[in-house]
């Protein structure tokens, strides 16, 4: 059963949520502060969250940035009354996966969570491709290191990392990688995908004598030992 925290100080809203999910077999737990689902987060495990903005204590914005810096890379989608355009990037710049604008269709949330849950399978088995190339993870301490050295990323960068560790030796997409890592359609006029790339390339070849990162021209990029330059 896929365990849910829902962090949503409008009992109405909460109740149709919850009773909405916990129909479709989901375990929701529901917490009114912010504070207080920092705290739940880094004590229990779930399989995504669902957070307001406008809570009693600081926003979801604040949650969002606080549980992505202590490496909590689980699914967190944004569920809020604000729904701007500049809100929704502030939620995405932030941390969030995804940003749902109220009100809304239940079927709508189901479907994103769904999504949300289908994306982060890539994540699973990650065992058995925790070390290739001198590069390992260790998911228990969400943190990585090529040849012992520890490479210091942030939880997006790790994420990015875990994708091409199981996708390794596979040309992926800019398209691919926007989805499985932002959960965004990638847009053409966006460098996100690639200035991401850069950091992660900064930390995993910057200083090692073999480059690992590789831009397929065309295509977009691989994970591989030996190079594979187009």
């Known amino acids: 059963m896929n365990k849910v925290l829902l962090v949503e100080d409008d009992p109405r809203v909460a109740s149709f949520i919850t009773r909405g999910l916990e129909e479709h077999l989901y375990e929701v737990k529901t917490i009114t502060k912010g504070f207080d689902a920092i705290k739940e987060v880094m004590e229990n495990t779930y399989n995504i969250i669902i957070l307001d ?21 689980v699914p967190i989608l944004i569920l809020s009354a604000l729904d701007t355009p500049h809100e929704k990037v502030k939620g995405l710049q932030a941390g969030a996966d995804d940003y749902l604008a109220k009100p ?73 990688i926007a989805q499985a890592v ?24 910057k200083n090692f004598p073999t480059p690992l990162i ?9 994970l591989k030992q030996k190079s594979h330059e187009s």
Request: proline share 1%.
């Open 182 to 205: 932002w959960n965004i359609d990638f847009d053409t006029t966006s460098n996100t995908v690639d200035v991401y790339i850069n950091y992660l390339r900064n930390k995993i070849d």
């Open 104 to 176: 809304f269709l239940f079927e709508e949330l189901l479907a994103r969570i769904n999504a949300q849950l289908r994306r982060a399978e890539f994540s699973t088995g990650i065992l058995d491709f925790q070390s290739y190339a001198g590069v390992e993870i260790n998911m228990k301490e969400q943190s990585a290191s090529r040849d012992g050295k520890e490479l210091n990323l942030s939880s997006r960068e790790l994420k990015l990392l875990i994708f091409f560790m199981k996708n390794r030796e596979k040309a992926l997409s800019r398209i691919a």
């Open 214 to 222: 590789h831009t397929i021209k065309g295509t977009g990029y691989m």
């Open 53 to 73: 903005i406008m809570l009693p204590d600081i926003t979801g914005f604040e949650v969002c940035e606080v549980l992505r810096s202590r490496k909590i890379i």
